[in-house]
């Protein structure tokens, strides 16, 4: 087994607008445990010492007292190495001489223990570049100075609701492993769970993308598509997958969505439920349409068999791409909804075909077509729009 | 916001404005190279840095015209570092943050 999910998010946060309101069944849990909260040790790195002291307050104010303030990368790091108890969570800047943000980010995720801890970038860098190497560094979220301390309150406040996820899917973890050990679970992870993707170019968490998406469209940084695919057979695949079965086939999905996704500079995430949405930048529209048919032949070449040797049909369909710049709201997750709307709305479409004019036979079809330059183009109707 | 947090703002405020009189010290010496045409990568560099400082601090602890400049006149250090050398536009900017930072040394 390539990978194990690590990270077991259900019913994980329902982010509408700013993101900031929790589902119901996580903040229900979450109120029961709201004294925990006050716990989270936190360690903030800045070069300014003025900053450290606002973010001390501030962070103290938002009910988080526990926060230990260093200067430097290197600091910060020693200070990890030798600190008696594990830290929950981080506030990086990245403009820092020697070591900057992104780079002690880099080092902190490779801590095992700090594979999934929230790293919130506080930083006065807005350009999306910066961004994007502090998202792919393993950012969990990013701030823009000048902030609004009410906001950064807010902000740490989800981060420390992270913090509980990760705990409660720990404890379910060790709960299923004990499980598995008394009784024969055909698949212990739950479809809707969000499973760890390490190693995939371009992956990011589901958490972390909503993050992303929200910081490019505070700043107006629009002019990208954001397209969601869906395994229309998830439910199918799940069934007959065990635990790690089903998350290496998730994984092996995600490559293959990964690999051809690469002429542009993007981000994916899975959400749970077969689902999948990339943020792509700098991309031409019509190349968006043979991606489908190019994902399907990638994932079929990797020839997936279920645990039991029986080949394995991974009907992957793809919604409409939907441009950012589409919508006047910032801070709002608008066009990642469409996206996976519209996904979710071709994954019914292509469940209502007759068998025998189903997903297989489109591939074939497409297939031939790419391998004769002189047959037409692959059309958005016959990839299940 | 709660009356302890607003006093404490306060105080880092108070802070934030001592902090400034040697931050326009920096900024008159490397604006005078700047002037002069003797101003080196390291010191465009200490440059950078200082008004990336005032650009972070500045708007958080409501010093907003001043942020804002600092923001604006980041990205025209930026693009000169990328750029390899300067204008007397960037010398200009220079001399204005100084303004806005004695503005908020008064204030």
Redesign the interface.
């Known amino acids: 087994m390539r990978h194990k999910p690590a990270t077991l998010f259900e019913n994980t946060t329902t982010r509408c607008n700013r993101s900031l309101t929790l589902g119901r069944n996580l903040g229900a849990r979450l109120e029961t445990k709201k004294d925990m909260v006050g716990q989270m040790k936190i360690l903030a790195v800045d070069d300014?010492e003025?900053?450290l002291?606002?973010l001390k307050?501030?962070v103290g104010?938002a009910g988080f007292p526990d926060i230990t303030l260093v200067t430097s990368g290197a600091e910060a790091l020693h200070t990890i190495k030798n600190s008696p108890t594990r830290f929950d969570c981080f506030l990086l800047d990245i403009?820092m001489?020697e070591m900057d943000g992104i780079e002690l980010c880099h080092h902190i995720r490779k801590f095992p223990a700090y594979r999934s801890a929230p790293i919130l970038m506080i930083?006065?860098m807005a350009d999306r570049q910066y961004i994007d190497r502090a998202f792919t560094a393993g950012a969990s979220d990013y701030v823009t100075?000048?902030?609004d301390?009410?906001e950064l309150g807010t902000r740490v406040n989800l981060a420390a609701r992270l913090v509980q996820e990760h705990a409660a899917a720990e404890d379910k973890s060790f709960a299923l492993e004990a499980l598995r050990d008394q009784i024969e679970t055909k698949n212990p992870v739950a479809l809707s769970e969000e499973i760890r993707i390490d190693g995939v170019a371009g992956v990011i968490g589901k958490l972390a993308f909503e993050n992303y998406l929200l910081q490019l469209t505070r700043g107006g940084l629009f002019g990208s598509c954001i397209v969601a695919f869906q395994v229309a057979n998830i439910s199918t695949i799940h069934a007959h997958s065990s635990g790690s079965d089903f998350s290496n086939t998730i994984i092996d999905i995600a490559e293959a969505i990964s690999d051809n996704l690469r002429r542009s500079e993007f981000f994916l995430s899975y959400r749970g439920n077969g689902q999948f949405v990339a943020i792509c930048h700098k991309v031409v529209m019509d190349t968006f349409n043979d991606l489908p048919g190019e994902i399907s032949m990638s994932i079929r070449d990797m020839e997936l068999v279920y645990d039991n040797g029986a080949k394995m049909d991974v009907q992957l369909v793809m919604g409409q791409p939907v441009k950012c710049g589409f919508f006047s709201s910032k801070n709002t997750l608008e066009p990642l909804y469409k996206a996976v709307d519209s996904a979710e709305t071709a994954a019914q479409s292509l469940r209502r075909l007759p068998k025998n004019n189903g997903w297989s036979s489109k591939i074939d079809t497409i297939r031939n077509r790419l391998k004769h330059p002189s047959a037409k183009n692959v059309t958005k109707m016959e990839m299940g729009f | 916001?709660?009356p302890?947090?607003s006093d404490?703002?306060l105080e880092?405020r108070g802070?934030?404005v001592s902090?400034l009189p040697e931050r326009e010290e920096r900024l008159s010496a490397l604006h005078a190279k700047l002037t002069e045409g003797t101003c080196t990568a390291n010191d465009m560099d200490e440059l950078r840095?200082i008004v990336?400082?005032i650009?972070?601090?500045?708007?958080?602890?409501g010093f907003?015209a001043l942020?804002s400049f600092a923001?604006n006149l980041?990205t025209d250090v930026n693009a000169a570092i990328e750029k390899g050398g300067y204008s007397s536009a960037l010398c200009d900017g220079v001399t204005s943050l100084i303004g806005h930072v004695q503005d908020a040394i008064n204030t």
Not at chain 2, 55 to 61: I, M
Request: zero cysteines; proline letters at 5%.
């Open positions: 300014d003025i900053i002291e606002l307050e501030v104010a403009q001489p930083t006065a100075k000048p902030f301390v009410l | 916001m709660n302890a947090l404490k703002l880092i802070k934030f902090s840095f990336h400082k650009h972070g601090l500045a708007g958080t602890l907003n942020g923001a980041e």
